[in-house]
């Protein structure tokens, strides 16, 4: 059987000490976190509450992100994903967030397709980020860079994503030369990196350590929350249930407060619940919580998306609790 979380595409073997020594403490840590998309019983979705979340995402100090869940943007209309688009812009008033450039025709030319979505984002004022597709997939690494070499001139700042296919079926994973590279072009800021493979990271995050020490490395792994502690920065769906718990544990972390370890332990065990196989249903899963958090009306997945046990709902419910007394132990209002 396969493993859900990415095929282990490594070909250096650090060891322990290599990896300890990585460890940077009492850093500032950047989080970007998804904002989900709910949607009522009707299948419409809840704008009301979808604002609130934004709202509620960056007052804690987090970077809301837009138009980035799979299992959910492709079930949007290009209608829809703009008025996403243009509803984090009127409520974020002029604060940033992160939105993803998406392209409508697999078979048009990919690299003008992506260039008009980046230009849209920047003109909301946005940040794009470049969002894998079947069609970007199918390129040369060549052509991958040649798209990031087009957006020069379409956008102040972007950001790069890789994922492994078994975690994103549009995904793909890029040569170390290729990432090398990338993280030479100014205007690409950072990239999220999705294979869920804790040694392809700390391998990104020495090459960025070598080659642009300001590039940022936004892990996208949802069950290895900890990497920020080897100077990872994050772009999570996970911490969409949560944000001002992520932005706690950050401050935490920041602080060199050792209740960092406790609030990461609960949050990863979070992680651990929602993407197990079929992670393809942790969107569901994020849902559950925010609803039981009172953050959102209802719970429904996204038309025709798969969705979880009513049985999650009681370890749902325990993690709520502990997460509770911790964020009032850390002053921090619900």
């Known amino acids: 059987m396969p493993n859900p979380y990415g095929r282990n595409r490594s070909s250096v073997r650090m060891t322990t000490p290599e990896i300890v020594v990585k460890i940077r403490t009492r850093r500032p840590i950047e989080g970007i976190s998804s904002v989900l998309l709910p949607f009522r019983a009707d299948g419409s ?33 290009a209608a829809e994903r703009a008025e996403v688009l243009d509803l984090a812009r009127d409520v974020l008033v002029a604060r940033p967030f992160v ?11 990919v690299r003008y397709q992506y260039r008009l979505a980046a230009s ?19 390129l040369e690494d060549s052509g991958w860079l040649g798209l990031f070499q087009s957006l020069v001139d379409d956008a102040n700042t972007v950001i790069a994503f890789e994922a492994d296919p078994q975690v994103i079926a549009s995904g793909k994973i890029y040569s170390a030369e290729t990432i090398r590279e990338v993280m030479q072009y100014p205007h690409v800021a950072g990239l999220r990196h999705s294979s869920m493979n804790r040694r392809l990271e700390w391998e990104r995050l020495s090459l960025r350590d070598e080659v642009r020490p300001d590039f940022k490395i ?49 949050l990863q065990s979070l992680g651990m619940l929602a ?20 953050r959102i009306e209802c719970d429904a997945p996204a038309r025709g998306e798969p969705s979880r046990p009513d049985s999650d709902l009681e370890i749902l ?3 709520i ?10 002053h921090v209002h619900l």
């Open 45 to 77: 979705i809840d704008f009301d509450s979808f604002a609130e979340n934004l709202l509620r995402t960056a007052d804690v100090g987090l970077t809301p992100a837009v138009n980035v869940e799979f299992g959910c943007l492709e079930r949007l209309s």
């Open 99 to 109: 939105a993803g450039a998406t392209i409508e025709d697999p078979g048009g030319n």
């Open 120 to 138: 849209e984002i920047v003109q909301n004022g946005g940040t794009p980020i470049i969002m894998p597709s079947s069609a970007l997939s199918c």
């Open 218 to 266: 936004y892990s996208g792994n949802d069950i290895a929350l900890d990497m920020v502690i080897y100077g990872s920065d994050y772009f999570l769906s996970v911490s969409a249930c949560a944000p001002e718990a992520f932005a706690l544990r950050d401050l935490h972390w920041k602080n060199g407060d050792p209740r960092f370890f406790e609030l990461n332990d609960l």
């Open 275 to 294: 993407f197990r196989p079929p992670s393809v249903a942790a969107r569901h899963s994020a849902m559950q919580m925010l609803r039981l958090r009172g």
């Open 317 to 319: 419910i325990k993690i």
């Open 321 to 330: 609790e502990r997460l509770d007394q911790l964020l009032h132990a850390g």
